[in-house]
T-cell receptor, first 114, second 115 residues
Framework: NAGVTQTPKFRILKIGQSMTLQCTQDMNHNYMYWYRQDPGMGLKLIYYSVGAGITDKGEVPNGYNVSRSTTEDFPLRLELAAPSQTSVYFC?????????????FGEGSRLTVL | AQTVTQSQPEMSVQEAETVTLSCTYDTSESDYYLFWYKQPPSRQMILVIRQEAYKQQNATENRFSVNFQKAAKSFSLKISDSQLGDAAMYFCAYRRSQGAQKLVFGQGTRLTINP
């Protein structure tokens, strides 16, 4: 059972570089999310998607872009990386038809911008 | 906007004892869900327990239980018979019952278990 898979798990970027964090889920979930977790803090929502072709901003979207061309995949693009984007990034998914509202998380991607 | 506050950055407890983690939230909604997630050093986010706001009965999952006080907007987690494997960051989270299932997280409480 793969669940939610994120790649890469670790990455170091130089200021101004760009990269894409990949996220895929095999549970046929409608909803997908990207969160970031700064040291000693809770998770903050960057972007989310309620289905293929539909995305919306969360609490901290600046400096990021997303797309959702398929149900399974929800990549997060960082353009012009800045030190403030040093964080751990979590992708998550959930099923719209479940009243439980439980989110299933990937293992996280640690990104350092130097 | 909804907010979730965990006022205890760190807590510690002796193995086999009971510990309670605090959480308060702010919302104007009447129907919503509350969660406690555990994050061990592996970084994996693990759902511990869930409470529906329309239910008066407090949720229980084995050694984990909650004290849900809707009027006070309080949602504490009690861990009984603490075990070394319970050591982790614990996050309280809120979501509205309608719409996209976005979670709002608290800042977290780091729980240490002393053998």
């Amino acid at each position: 059972n793969a669940g939610v898979t994120q790649t890469p798990k670790f990455r170091i970027l130089k200021i101004g570089q760009s990269m894409t964090l990949q996220c895929t889920q095999d549970m046929n979930h409608n909803y997908m999310y990207w969160y970031r977790q700064d040291p000693g803090m809770g998770l903050k929502l960057i972007y989310y998607s309620v289905g293929a072709g539909i995305t919306d901003k969360g609490e901290v979207p600046n400096g990021y872009n997303v797309s959702r061309s398929t149900t399974e995949d929800f990549p997060l693009r960082l353009e012009l990386a800045a030190p403030s984007q040093t964080s751990v990034y979590f992708c998550a998914s959930s099923y719209a038809g479940a009243n439980t509202g439980e989110l299933f998380f990937g293992e996280g991607s640690r990104l350092t911008v130097l | 906007a909804q907010t979730v506050t965990q006022s205890q950055p760190e807590m510690s407890v002796q193995e086999a004892e009971t510990v309670t983690l605090s959480c308060t939230y702010d919302t104007s909604e009447s129907d919503y869900y509350l969660f406690w997630y555990k994050q061990p050093p592996s970084r994996q986010m693990i759902l511990v327990i869930r409470q529906e706001a329309y239910k008066q009965q407090n949720a229980t999952e084995n050694r984990f239980s909650v004290n849900f006080q809707k009027a006070a907007k309080s949602f504490s987690l009690k861990i009984s018979d603490s075990q070394l494997g319970d050591a982790a960051m614990y996050f309280c989270a809120y979501r509205r019952s309608q719409g996209a299932q976005k979670l709002v997280f608290g800042q977290g409480t780091r729980l240490t278990i002393n053998p």
